[in-house]
T-cell receptor, first 117, second 111 residues
Framework: GAVVSQHPSRVICKSGTSVKIECRSLDFQATTMFWYRQFPKQSLMLMATSNEGSKATYEQGVEKDKFLINHASLTLSTLTVTSAHPEDSSFYIC?????????????FGPGTRLTVL | TQLLEQSPQFLSIQEGENLTVYCNSSSVFSSLQWYRQEPGEGPVLLVTVVTGGEVKKLKRLTFQFGDARKDSSLHITAAQPGDTGLYLCAGATSGTYKYIFGTGTRLKVLA
């Protein structure tokens, strides 16, 4: 099946620094990728829709200036958490969306655990 | 904002028992998916249902999409410890590829 990778898998940073997370589709192209955030023992919350070559669409309550998304190619989307604070500590998961023969499928990455000290 | 409520939130059962997880919403979905997630990993797709009343089986797992496409259920027969995990439903409304996830059901199957 299609593989999506995320890098890094874990990151620890100091408060006030910025962290970039990469999401790559390894063997297929995806014009649409999604970014989710998951707090401990909770479900996934959609943050934004990343579209190749255009601006990301953010969900209500998600600060676009804090969570910068860039989808520069059909295989790479990046999420940058700017001026990170401890409350940004979470599990960030991306997915790449593929429509094939009328069947839509999301392929999820393995997630990135962000800890802000 | 559409909400997908799952019940129960937590479930701890003995190996061999049957269980059903429910996913309910007031919204109509064009597509509904079920995922299973292990700790520290991304969700893994189990099934996609798109037709009201549709029933799909995956070994010991049976998925049903409600006739009105507002709800769904996941039934596991003869649960095994390997079924332990977080089960998530996710729905997309017509005209969008954006999936909203349910509140999740954490299942623990004891040997």
């Amino acid at each position: 099946g299609a593989v999506v990778s995320q890098h890094p898998s874990r990151v620890i940073c100091k408060s006030g620094t910025s962290v970039k997370i990469e999401c790559r589709s390894l063997d297929f192209q995806a014009t649409t990728m999604f970014w989710y955030r998951q707090f401990p023992k909770q479900s996934l919350m959609l943050m934004a829709t990343s579209n190749e070559g255009s601006k990301a669409t953010y969900e209500q309550g998600v600060e676009k200036d804090k969570f910068l998304i860039n989808h520069a190619s059909l295989t790479l989307s990046t999420l940058t958490v700017t001026s990170a604070h401890p409350e940004d500590s979470s599990f960030y998961i991306c997915s790449a969306f593929v429509v094939s023969g009328g069947a839509d499928t999301q392929y999820f990455g393995p997630g990135t655990r962000l800890t802000v000290l | 904002t559409q909400l997908l409520e799952q019940s129960p939130q937590f479930l701890s059962i003995q190996e061999g028992e049957n269980l059903t997880v429910y996913c309910n919403s007031s919204s109509v979905f064009s597509s509904l998916q079920w995922y299973r997630q292990e700790p520290g990993e991304g969700p893994v797709l189990l099934v996609t249902v798109v037709t009201g009343g549709e029933v799909k089986k995956l070994k010991r797992l049976t998925f049903q999409f409600g006739d009105a496409r507002k709800d769904s259920s996941l039934h596991i027969t003869a649960a095994q410890p390997g079924d332990t995990g977080l089960y998530l439903c996710a729905g997309a409304t017509s005209g969008t590829y954006k999936y909203i996830f349910g509140t999740g059901t954490r299942l623990k199957v004891l040997a």
